[in-house]
């Protein structure tokens, strides 16, 4: 090859290279997974007409580039002014700034399906939309909404059906556990008594369990609100300390508490839920704890230096030098039923609750739990969650509990009249039995129309209600008796299914007082005694 042929085949080689080029985005264009159709405006960008569109436009749309070419688009997909992408064309072949258009459903007589458009202005002036089909995933999408609401009905069902089933087992344990109690108190022989004390004890973990299985329940189905009153921390944990005490007397574990002195001890918030927090994480160290030590540490951290408010973040350590938990099943030790070692739920007992109703009782706070731990050494449980510091007075729970304890059991509350307005016969033969060791005269209403009519002929000096009954709750009764009968008779709710809602009802429809079910003796006569009077 000579020099002067170089010369002579320039624009050749230019042209073979530039269609070399060409097919090269040609193809690019064809095989894209993505679908493109290239438009140019008429009637001054208020329509537009197809240009070119690849193959994957071609299978998506079940058109042919051939067919369409040269027609307007909204000839070919009528639907397209509804489905919103005419505008965004006209927008972007008016303004050049390119656009997405969110997922939508295209519908007309021939196709339906979700597209999600991007759309961009060429320097020659005509517009591209560059487009999926995301039909199918938009299907799948919602088939998982649809699991999903699903699901969530059936965990509402389920905790619906537990909080029944709960309060169902309640009402009837309450009556074993009063008769019990009272035929502990009749003429026994030792070994009888110490049948009923097994009796009683298995009932109290029972009722536990019940208790523990409402409460998940309620934090189920989001039912539990949290309160916001003054309460005395340090003494919440001492109380709760002194209860565990009594767990490992027989063990060789020392039980300590320190609460520095530095930290202030009245804080406003939720005293039963912060109780339920500690008293699980007691319960756990004791019960797996054979020797050495279980540690309570109180200390506070201040959330921010420039929050001006009196919030605090607390943080509660509890440790032990029990059997640990092995780090593989640290995570799982916080789940619902879950327990490290399934065979200790023969040796320790347990329903494997506790942790996880902490655990949702803690995020309901905004708190958090932390662990640490290693097998054979002992485990450390941390624990924070934020409380304003509180001033004023003790809240309503607390102090009321400290009047109640002044009071003596073996009281005498000879000729008092009391009506006890209760549907289960059982239960109602209970308390009545109660009442009359105490030197009540007893009469019983069996629903709240009873109860009604029963007040208006006889003067008593208390009414026990129940709230859910036959025929008129006690709702009702307690406002009919306000409004029409006695101002001043004292009327107590008894509830075996009581939320703070229900509490609030009750105090709302002229009641003065609540006492839940199962009934504990001492407690019941305590409230008795406080509104008979004289007693304290
Ligand atoms: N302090 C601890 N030391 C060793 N293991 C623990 C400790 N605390 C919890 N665990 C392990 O975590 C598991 C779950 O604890 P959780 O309190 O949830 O249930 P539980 O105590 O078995 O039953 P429940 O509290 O419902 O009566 C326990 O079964 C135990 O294996
Ligand atoms: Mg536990």
Redesign the pocket.
């Known amino acids: 090859m000579g020099d002067q042929g170089k010369t002579g085949e320039q624009p050749a080689k230019e042209l073979k290279i530039l269609q070399q080029q060409v097919s090269v985005y040609e193809a690019v264009f064809d095989n894209m997974k993505n679908a493109v159709a290239i438009y140019k405006a008429v009637d001054g960008g208020k329509d537009f007409v197809f240009k070119k569109i690849n193959h994957a436009s071609e299978r998506i749309e079940r058109l042919r580039n051939e067919d369409i070419a040269g027609k307007r688009v909204t000839k070919v997909f009528p639907g397209i002014k509804e489905f919103g992408l005419l505008d965004v064309f006209r927008r972007v072949w008016k303004t050049g700034k390119a656009e997405e258009h969110p997922v939508v459903q295209y519908k007309d007589d021939r196709i339906s399906g979700w597209r999600r458009n991007y759309v961009y202005k060429l320097p020659a002036g005509d517009i591209v939309a560059i487009y999926e089909d995301v039909t199918e995933s938009k299907k799948y999408e919602k088939m998982l909404e649809k699991a999903k609401q699903e699901a969530e009905q059936a965990s509402r069902t389920k905790s619906q059906f537990l909080a029944n089933m709960s309060h169902e087992i309640r009402t009837p344990m309450n009556a074993i556990m009063g008769f019990a109690d009272l035929l502990k108190e009749t003429k026994i022989t030792a070994e009888q008594k110490g049948y009923i004390d097994t009796i009683l004890e298995s009932g109290e973990l029972l009722v536990?369990?019940i208790n523990?299985i409402l409460d998940l329940s309620k934090i189920e189905a989001g039912e539990i609100r949290l309160e916001e009153i003054v309460f005395d921390l340090k003494e919440v944990i001492k109380s709760l300390v002194s209860m565990v005490e009594h767990m490992v007397k027989d063990k060789a574990v020392d039980l300590t508490f320190e609460y520095p002195e530095d930290i202030p001890t009245k804080f406003k918030g939720d005293p039963t839920r912060v109780k339920q927090v500690i008293i699980?994480?007691l319960?756990?160290?004791a019960?797996?704890?054979e020797k050495g030590y279980i540690k309570i540490l109180v200390s506070s951290e201040q959330p921010d230096i420039h929050d001006i408010g009196k919030e605090r973040i607390i943080k509660i350590i509890?440790k032990?030098s029990?059997?640990?938990?092995p780090a593989e099943?640290q995570k799982q030790?916080?789940s619902a039923f879950?327990?490290?070692?399934f065979s200790?739920?023969r040796k320790?007992?347990?329903?494997?609750?506790?942790?996880?109703i902490?655990k949702r009782l803690l995020n309901l706070m905004g708190g958090s739990i932390e662990l640490d731990?290693r097998e054979n050494k002992?485990?450390e449980?941390t624990v924070r969650f934020t409380v304003q510091e509180g001033d004023g007075d003790i809240g309503h729970i607390k102090k009321e509990f400290d009047e109640d304890r002044k009071t003596e059991i073996s009281v005498s509350f000879s000729g008092k009249k009391v009506l006890i307005v209760e549907d289960d016969a059982v239960n109602s033969k209970l308390i009545n039995i109660l009442l009359r060791k105490t030197g009540i005269i007893t009469d019983s209403a069996f629903n709240g129309k009873e109860a009604c009519e029963k007040s208006r002929t006889t003067d008593y000096d208390l009414i026990l209600m129940d709230l859910s009954m036959p025929v008129k709750d006690g709702f009702e009764a307690a406002q009919d008796i306000r409004k029409n009968i006695s101002k001043n008779v004292p009327i107590i709710a008894l509830s075996a299914y009581s939320s703070k809602p229900d509490e609030k009802k009750a105090f709302d429809c002229g009641m003065n007082d609540f006492i839940h079910k199962p009934i504990n003796h001492e407690d019941f006569i305590r409230k008795i005694a406080k509104w008979l009077g004289g007693m304290g």
């Open positions: 536990n369990i523990d699980n994480l319960n756990n160290a019960k797996f704890t509890v032990d029990g059997i640990g938990i099943k030790v916080f879950s327990q490290a070692d200790s739920t320790y007992g347990g329903t494997g609750l506790g942790l996880f902490v731990s002992g485990s449980f």
